[in-house]
């Protein structure tokens, strides 16, 4: 009986703990409209290609990806590290992920159709051949990741900007993928499966 006590305060303590870590929608709004609304956008629907859109993005991995572009090991970008310096606290990151992951995606993204099949292909049943794992097992069928696992997001991406991301994970100049699985999964795929994915990815609007 005394162990069921102990563990059922541990549990307690542990999801007031989630509970509190969770990030203000309204006090995000504020900060994403002044720090980042001139590469993402107003409401996180990005109008360049190179730049992500962040609406519907989940808040756990916003936050993870200010972090990890403020300590520029894991992930580098010379404009980012300024853009997050500004959000100076850990909660200041959840705020502005609680407020984009509010949002809706109102993708812009073109597609080149003649690359649709093999990027459906791949996303959805990899490649048994190579060794390329399916897309869909981490990111869902539809492209909206696990927020609760902090898997992001694809789906309405800007080809340029999946590319590249997936380019640095592939040659590792972006390493903060949990356990590498994206480093992992990328190694046996072609520049030509890589391509056709993310267009792929730019129609799951």
Request: hydrophobic fraction near 40%; charge should be neutral; glycine fraction near 10%.
């Amino acid at each position: 009986m005394k162990k069921i006590i102990v563990s059922s305060l541990v549990l307690f303590m542990s999801l007031a703990g989630v509970a509190h870590a969770a990030g203000d929608a309204e006090a995000g709004k504020e900060m994403a409209t002044t720090v980042c609304a001139g590469c993402h956008g107003a409401d996180g629907n990005s109008m360049v290609p190179l730049f992500p859109s962040l609406a519907g993005q989940g808040e756990k991995y916003i936050a993870k990806q200010i972090a990890d572009f403020k300590a520029m090991t894991t992930r580098k970008d010379d404009t980012m590290v300024g853009m997050a310096a500004m959000l100076a606290t850990e909660q200041d990151a959840l705020n502005v992920g609680a407020f984009y992951a509010s949002q809706k995606l109102n993708s812009t993204a073109p597609v080149d159709e003649s690359k649709l099949a093999l990027g459906r292909e791949i996303y959805k049943g990899g490649n048994l051949q190579t060794g390329v794992p399916a897309c869909q097992g981490c990111h869902g069928p539809d492209g909206a990741g696990n927020s609760a696992a902090g898997y992001p997001q694809l789906a309405g991406q800007f080809t340029d900007y999946t590319i590249k991301q997936m380019r640095a994970f592939k040659d590792g100049s972006r390493s903060n993928d949990d356990r590498k699985i994206m480093r992992n999964a990328l190694q046996s795929m072609t520049e030509a499966e890589l391509e056709a994915v993310a267009q792929y990815i730019a129609s799951l609007k």
